[in-house]
């Protein structure tokens, strides 16, 4: 974990609510993808953590869903503004047991963390393949650039005004076999897929923090293997320890 | 240095921040960003009998200028605590550390402060009677003089470190309560735990935290925080740990002004897990400004 100041380069709406931000500082704690930020905004007491949607070099974006009155601040923000983070925070996503075909499944606000996720499956070789799930043609983000890299991507949406009509369970028959599971978003979505993938996989989880490091115990999960904190042994979950809790 | 030194119950400290219990762990995730041997010393989170998971989450709610929590005194029970925690913190901290005790009965603190009491490394008991999050538990014994008064002797006569009792701000009349424990063997008081509250969501017209209602802390509770130090200031003559929203060198002389020994930090090292240094590192300065050269000389300096 690492505290330091970011300098925004850009911050640019990409779908209905969703913003694309580039910040450029010290990435040097940011270690894997699926790890997060949690950045300190002016106005609000606690910080906001998002998960790492790429890195380049000093270059790190996030993507985030204007939810609330934090988020609806951070779309305000304009390239050069400077922004007090938190890095390094989280466990992030193991790319070694991955096996040769892995599939990421990611709903809405948690596609971000799989394209840097799919960048690092790629570079080892894998063949990646990927499933993004939306609720409607014009909250659809991050298409192409999935494709760019060379994943072949499904889209759904639940309203099927772009790609096939349903939830991203409901592409998984369109695909080939895959060997493992990457899966991000909202915590029904992560349950079908737990109960539909016939593959083991991680499972990146959400909740409320305090901290993001591990001080306040905010965020404790129950698992096989113990409580967990989403935000230190979190928030990728394998999945033969998720305890759903329904 | 010396100038930013105080004496909490018998124990000198380099100065007077503490790091409140609940908002530091065990001390080993802030170790990671600085050596925490420059603190005062720290509280630990808060200890019980049993293992315990805590409340169902949501903990966390935002509010202006502070944040509810409801974590309901998650942590691994005593045991766990004396064979994996402590040899852990040991690694990172050198100097007596402050073990905060929660129970559900009389009986449940007085074996779990006795069980903390012969460690080596413990140099004072904080009694945690204050705790807004859990049923039957914590608070149920900090809202009453009568009930203060006979958790502390129960303990008082089980343990032989300084016994501090940590003071729940619930209550209309927290100088009785102060005293009530004072009269009971309490060697120090720390106050204020948070301050009991909620959030509902306007979208799903639901409480924010699962378990309803959370306590209160951060720069909101400041001012309620030196009102109750002042009180207690007046009514006891034992050492008192103010706490409440502290968040700058500023807040800490102030704290000290209103009649506490030491200070308690909490919610602020969340938000900036390396506050506490940073306000160790910048006391002197405020110090300069405000003509202070010893600390030990405004305890409870406002009060004329």
Redesign the interface.
Same mark, same amino acid.
């Given at each position: 974990m690492k505290e330091s100041i970011f300098r925004i380069l850009t911050n640019k709406q990409i779908a209905h609510d969703t913003y694309e931000m580039i910040l450029r500082g010290n990435t040097e704690h940011i270690t894997r993808p699926g790890q997060f930020v949690n950045i300190k905004l002016d106005g609000f007491y606690l910080r906001r953590p998002f998960s790492v949607c790429d890195l380049e070099g000093d270059d790190l974006t996030i993507i985030y869903k204007v939810v609330g009155s934090g988020t609806e601040k951070m779309s305000t923000l304009v390239p050069n503004e400077e922004l007090n983070l938190l890095t390094g925070l989280g466990n992030g996503y193991d790319t070694k047991s991955s096996g040769k075909a892995p599939l990421l499944i990611g709903g809405g606000a948690g596609v971000p963390p799989l394209y840097w996720l799919a960048k690092e499956l790629l570079a080892e070789g894998k063949q990646v393949s990927a499933i993004l799930g939306f609720n409607t043609s014009n909250e659809v983000f991050y298409e192409a650039q999935f494709k760019k890299l060379g994943v072949s991507t499904l889209i759904t949406t639940a309203d099927g005004s772009y790609g096939i009509q349903g939830f991203v369970t409901d592409a998984l028959t369109n695909l080939e076999s895959f060997s493992y599971t990457y899966a991000c978003g909202p915590e029904p979505m992560l349950k079908a897929v737990y109960d539909a993938a016939e593959t083991s996989g991680q499972y990146s989880f959400e909740e409320r923090m305090g901290c993001g490091f591990g001080a306040c115990m905010g965020c404790t999960c129950k698992t096989l293997y113990g409580d967990k904190r989403i935000c230190r042994e979190g928030p990728v979950l394998v999945k033969e320890e998720i305890i759903w809790q329904g | 240095m010396a100038r930013l030194t105080v004496n909490l119950c018998g124990i000198e400290l380099d100065n007077p921040i503490i790091p409140a219990s609940?908002? !530091?762990?065990f001390g080993y995730? !802030?170790a990671?960003?600085y050596d925490i041997n420059c603190l005062g010393t720290f509280s630990f989170?808060g200890t019980t009998k049993d293992p315990r998971? %805590?409340n *169902?989450?949501?903990? =966390?709610?935002?509010?202006?200028? %502070?944040?509810l929590?409801a974590?309901g005194l998650?942590n691994p029970g005593v045991e766990a605590v004396i064979s994996e925690e402590l040899p852990k913190m040991r690694q990172v901290f050198d100097k007596p550390v402050m073990a905060n005790v929660s129970g559900f009965s009389i009986d449940e603190y007085v074996y779990t402060a006795s069980r903390l009491d012969v460690e080596e490394q413990v140099g004072w008991i904080e009694l945690n009677i204050s705790c807004p999050n859990v049923d039957g538990g914590g608070v149920a014994f900090g809202t009453s003089p009568e009930m203060a008064a006979k958790v502390t002797a129960a303990v008082r006569a089980e343990v032989k470190k300084p016994l501090i009792v940590k003071l729940s701000p619930n209550v209309t009349n927290i100088a009785a309560i102060a005293k009530a424990c004072e009269d009971a063997g309490a060697d120090g008081i720390s106050l204020i735990n948070t301050l009991l509250g909620m959030r509902i969501d306007l979208k799903t017209r639901q409480t924010l935290l699962a378990n309803t209602t959370g306590g209160l802390s %951060? *720069?909101a509770i400041l001012p309620v925080a030196l009102r109750m130090v002042w009180e207690t200031y007046k009514a006891v003559k034992i050492p008192i740990v103010g706490m409440g929203g502290v968040s700058s060198s500023e807040d800490v002389i102030e704290m000290m002004l209103a009649g506490a020994t030491a200070v308690g930090i909490g919610?602020a090292?969340? =938000?900036? *897990?390396?506050i506490c240094r940073d306000i160790i590192q910048t006391l002197p300065e405020t110090m300069d400004k405000y003509g202070i050269s010893n600390l030990k000389d405004i305890i409870g300096g406002a009060h004329g």
């Open positions: - | 609940g908002t !530091f762990g995730e !802030f990671e960003l989170k998971y %805590g *169902p989450t949501p903990r =966390i709610a935002e509010s202006a200028s %502070g944040m929590n974590v998650q %951060g *720069p919610a090292n969340l =938000i900036d *897990p390396y």
